[in-house]
């Protein structure tokens, strides 16, 4: 077996805690911790901070001064106090038992959830990430003899229902197989033997670097979301970047949880970032209680949530980004098409401007670090579809949608430019939708997609989804232009065949792009019932212009009783949307011949 650097095997065999330089602490500025006594301390080693233990990372070196981010309360830490290196970078811990867990941002797991809505986990706690006593039925996928090398299967272990949880060939080891063992097993316990030397199902893996992949692929699927108005007007790609950028109680939260239950994605990793604990609580109380709309099993068997509040300790929001996108990553190297939700990206950019302070850095635009741009690209450019290392062939992806939230509801502000730059699809929630109630709260004129997955919608779901979606958003346009004329000089200003334009304007925008989260039937609509409410409108725009060209009043046509119709499109049964869709077709079409 051959291994690169052993400092930095992903093989875990075993707890190796081990103090590498030993310091003592010297200032303290909130989470910013400065050591000095740490001569051969690197950046970003994992550092324990006082007599608690405190978790740290080091982010700063100057001569002789180490300066740390810890990620823990450091109230009560005094100056004088040990400060303990340990050698290594902040890793994650990654094997069977991920899925369904409730982890704080270093991936502690957060067993108690109090009534008051805070989450309480003791400081310097170290529990293992991963449970090291239960045993996983593993099956091996190699026999003694195969040549095997990074990234191929060794076997899999059954992980919840819906997933099978691919155990792989760690980074770094390649050789023949010479013992397997078919057994149950711990996370710890030696699963198969490369070349004499033992590789368990345990993997750790730095949280700051992108893991390697065989090849990029283009992205031409989409993630199917359920919303109607992303599906149709503002697709994001299978392994692309969304963000949802909007003001205070404009909806990001409903809506990244809407995505995280309905979107097709295989698993999902959610990271509640810097929010309010109650906010949170609501989240991981309600998540273990859904079930998956396509399994009907547990929706926590293929979840991951990790939960970091604004009462807890700022630089832990950094380290609960980076450890939901590695987690994220180590289920696509399975070939999982992963979703990574995250919100709010902009508490963790408030974090980083609050350690950048601190450090006594020169401020760039807003206060926040010049390296604030840097830091967002790194993150969202870990989205993609890839294909796998290793054999079997395999193809995965992740795909990454961070809420913004700019204060004042302000786009300009640099979170959302930033992260506008870098992400290929941009929901702008809007606080007067939010006001009207019009849910979800996308803007159609401001939001946009720049996947072009066309391709893929015309021949999966029907070959007018295409000519059909550019005529909605054409509509949605130039009803959004008439509404200004309307607004100045009343609708009567408007010539019949605009009034025909509004209506349809009206129909788009509240019997299709609206959709409530809370309703159990319309929370999440799948496409082929979309295309068929699409066509439902588009026609009925039809027969009310061939009604107008045979000299029926405008008023009669705009208020014709049968429009109220396309308000129940949303309360079709699943199975029939296609007759359905044909029967009111045809009823508006009669409706609108006799008048
Ligand atoms: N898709 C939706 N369907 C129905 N109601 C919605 C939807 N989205 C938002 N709402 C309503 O708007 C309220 C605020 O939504 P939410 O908490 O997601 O906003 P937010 O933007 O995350 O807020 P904050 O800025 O506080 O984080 C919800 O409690 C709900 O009443």
Known sequence: MTT?????????????????????????SGPVVSATGLPHTRLFDVVRVGVEQLLGEVIKIDGDLVVTQVFENTTGLQVGEPVEATGEPLYAELG?????????????????????????????????????????????????GDRVGPGDLLGSVPEGR????????????????????????????????VDGHPVAMLRRWPLRRARPVANRLPLTVPLITGQRVLDLLFPVARGGSAIIPGGFGTGKTVLEQALAKFSTADIVVYVGCGERGNELTEVLEEFPELSDPRTGAPLMERTVLIANTSNMPVAAREASIYSGITIAEYYRDQGYDVAMMADSTSRWGEALREVSSRLEEMPAEDGYPAYLATRLAGFYERAGAVTCLGTPERTGAVTIVGAVSPAGGDFSEPITQNSLRLAGCFWALDTALSRQRHFPAVNWLRSFSQYGLDEWFDREIGSDWSPLRRWASAALQDEGALQEVVSLLGVEALAAEQRITLRIGQALREDLLQQSSFDDLDASCPPQRLLAMLRVIHETGAAMRSAHQRGVAITAITSAAVLTELGRMRRWPPDHVDDSATRLIQRIAEEMSSL
């Open 4 to 28: 690169t650097d052993p400092a930095s095997r992903e093989s875990w065999s075993g707890n190796r805690r081990v103090a590498t330089d030993s310091g003592r602490v010297v200032r303290i």
């Open 96 to 144: 069977p038992g991920l899925l369904g867990a409730i982890l704080d941002g270093t991936q502690r797991p957060l067993q108690n959830l109090s009534t008051d809505g805070a989450l309480y986990i003791a400081r310097g706690a170290d529990p293992p990430r991963l449970d090291r006593d239960l045993r996983w039925d593993f099956r091996p996928a190699v026999d003694v």
């Open 162 to 193: 819906a997933i099978e949880h691919r155990i792989l060939v760690p980074t770094g080891v390649s050789g023949v197989v010479t013992s397997v063992r078919p057994e149950p097993s711990t996370i710890l316990d030696p699963v198969v033997d």
